[in-house]
């Protein structure tokens, strides 16, 4: 299913490939391994898929080996209302289990879900839908694909140029979805051309442009992380002291309250910001082997006769549309996934 995502099809047209293969949608499997009823499961439509049902896998980190918990709540004791807890807030615990899809795949297809949810009056996305940004005001470019124009005319404009507000972008940033498909696909065979010419060449080429950076930002990151851990050990000691304390009664009840409340404060805030730090000193140390993975990527595809949504997200991350106005020409700035600008 992530594959079928992967290369471009819609949750809708997923739906339909899946009861094409007849495979038994989740209910009924679970009914019929489980003996589990979900209301409303009409056990006869064993292969009619849901585009909800469909979205709901595509999004669901257990398939790459994380548990979510407190996804969602109940508003009160009394009003069993569910509510959808919000991403940043819910607790997740990563690499429980064995993955069952890779992380390679799992990115292009929240790529292409995050782009597909823009979806333009005619119904027609573009395959570079969520990736082009205007380099001047830094808005979202929008795609114009109205009846009236030819396929190869459809084109993207700076979201704020079209609002005509004070502050907003002065130049329209106008460009071809034909004109851009041509250049990326150029620009990806190059970089993959470079890649493969000549290998060391090219890793010491980006690596001495992103490693100084990533050094900075890693060494940031990893002091905060350490001043962190250092404090939170500090005050589970201070804690033990204070429990202490107030047991043999050395300190008054209504003091402990106090202290108790505030380093229990302290203490849960620094475990939120933990594992973020965490995290991003990850990806920090991912983005240094990022130009492995692109080699490895470089390899695997060689050279690009058409651009699908599915290889342009795995090569290309963002692009910046730049518009100085008239006399000048349009700039385009390519960001590839794993190594950057190059
Ligand atoms: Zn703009």
């Not at 004109?179 to 010419?197: C, K, M, P, Q, S």
């Not at 106090?258 to 920090?284: G, M, V």
Request: aromatic share 10%; with cysteine; hydrophobic share 30%.
């Amino acid at each position: 299913m992530f594959n079928l995502c992967a290369s471009g099809l819609g949750p809708r047209n997923i739906a339909k490939e899946l009861e094409k293969r007849k495979i038994v949608r989740p209910s009924v499997y679970r009914f019929e391994s489980t003996g589990i009823k979900i209301q409303d499961t009409n056990l006869a439509e064993r292969y009619s898929w849901s585009t909800k049902t469909v979205v709901g896998i595509l999004e669901n980190e257990v398939y790459l080996g994380h548990t979510v918990n407190c996804k969602s709540t109940t508003i009160s004791y009394k009003d069993k209302t569910k509510v959808k807890i919000p991403k940043e807030e819910q607790i997740r615990f990563e690499n429980t289990h064995e993955a069952i899809i890779d992380k390679e795949t799992w990115d292009i297809v929240q790529n292409v879900r995050a782009g597909r949810r823009r979806i333009t009056k005619t119904g027609i996305i573009s395959k570079f839908s969520g990736l082009l940004f205007c380099g001047d005001c830094g808005a979202r470019m929008t795609f114009n694909s109205a009846r009236k124009l030819k396929p190869e005319n459809y084109y993207f404009m700076c979201a704020s140029y079209r609002r005509h507000k004070a502050g907003d972008c002065t130049t329209a940033h106008r460009i071809r979805e034909s004109v851009l498909e041509e250049i990326v696909r150029e620009e990806i065979n190059e970089a993959i051309f470079r890649a493969r010419e000549n290998k060391e060449e090219f890793i010491k080429c980006i690596t001495s442009r992103t490693q100084a950076d990533n050094d900075r930002r890693l060494f940031e990151k990893q002091s905060t992380l350490t001043r962190l851990q250092i404090r939170s050990e500090e005050i589970n000691k201070i804690f033990r002291k204070l429990y202490e304390d107030n047991a043999l009664g050395r300190i008054p009840q209504e003091q402990y309250d106090i202290l108790s409340e505030s380093y229990t404060k302290e203490l849960s805030e620094i475990k939120e910001k933990i594992p973020y730090l965490e995290q991003e000193i990850q990806s920090i140390k991912d983005e240094t082997v990022g130009v492995s993975k692109f080699l490895y990527l470089a390899d695997k595809y060689v050279y690009i006769e058409e651009l699908t949504p599915e290889i342009i997200r795995t090569f290309i991350s963002k692009i910046l549309i730049y518009d100085k106005g008239k006399d000048e020409p349009k700039e385009i700035e390519i960001y590839f996934t794993n190594i950057g600008k190059i």
